[in-house]
């Protein structure tokens, strides 16, 4: 369970820097520019929300080993993991949209992998999901 996650974060992280990459060197300085503004701006805002919201993760409330190794105490709600993740899919979904249903699929799969792992409860993978799919949807699809 533990390298699945890894494995996932690993490659989300390897396939938002080649996006990047690619993005310039195709010299798309616009795309370039909101995909790296959009995912930074709604990652610090999650973060600070994270920060005024100490949610208790369920390995604190139900005195159970999680599986997935944790010592953070609160910061749980929403899930920063598939918040990314899920903000990832939304910044493929301009350039490539069967790049982004697989990082859709990857999140499923942490969220399921994150709360079987007690790290975090539906809700906070479901939040995570949400928030980055809607701050996604408005950055890229409103605002620019």
């Known amino acids: ?43 610090a805002a999650v973060s600070v929300f994270r920060s005024l919201y100490p949610a208790r993760r369920p390995y604190e409330e139900l005195s159970i080993q999680p599986l997935l190794m944790k010592e953070t105490k609160g910061k749980s709600f929403p899930s920063r993991h598939v918040f990314s993740i899920s903000m990832i899919g939304m910044t493929f979904v301009r350039v490539n949209f069967h790049l982004a249903m697989l990082f859709f699929v990857l999140a499923v799969l942490l969220a399921a992998l994150r709360v079987l792992g007690g790290v975090h409860y539906v809700r906070d993978v479901a939040a995570g999901a949400a928030m980055g799919i809607l701050c996604g949807w408005l950055g890229f699809f409103i605002i620019f």
Do not use: N, Q
């Open 1 to 43: 369970m533990r390298w699945t996650v890894k494995g996932i974060t690993l490659f989300t992280i390897a396939g938002y820097g080649l996006l990047l990459l690619w993005l310039l060197l195709e010299g798309r300085w616009r795309t370039l520019y909101e995909s790296i503004l959009v995912p930074g701006v709604s990652f």
